[in-house]
């Protein structure tokens, strides 16, 4: 049974950091790439970051340079560390396997919101 806890959103001010956290249950961890997306209102869900089982990382664009993802393989667990927070980072973030292998695996996500 796979779980997906996001943790750790929260209201900053423009210029702010956040870390997020993504715990995972069942084997979806050591199977897959994983991912952090985000869901602005209005807007689809996008993949932000991806990390391989090796710690291999990427961004898109518009957050390179300011977000790092990690994971810890022992605890099962992702990470999101935000920088430089924009008001356009305000989202839902959640995590997931990329590709995503089940559309029944997200979880209830975290609500990040950067505003002054």
């Known amino acids: 049974q796979v779980q997906l806890v996001e943790s750790g959103g929260g209201l900053v001010q423009p210029g702010g950091s956040l870390r997020l956290s993504c715990a995972a249950s069942g084997n979806i961890f050591s199977l897959y790439v994983m991912g952090w997306y985000r869901q602005a209102p209005g807007a689809q869900r996008e993949l932000v970051a991806s990390?391989?089982?090796?710690?291999?990382?990427d961004y898109v664009d518009s957050v390179k340079g300011r977000f790092t993802m990690s994971r810890d393989n022992a605890k099962n667990t992702v990470y999101l560390q935000m920088n430089s927070l924009k008001p356009e980072d305000t989202a839902v973030y959640y995590c997931n396997s990329v590709p995503v292998v089940g559309s029944n695996y997200w979880g209830q996500g975290t609500q990040v919101t950067v505003s002054s």
């Open positions: 990390i391989t089982r090796s710690g291999s990382s």
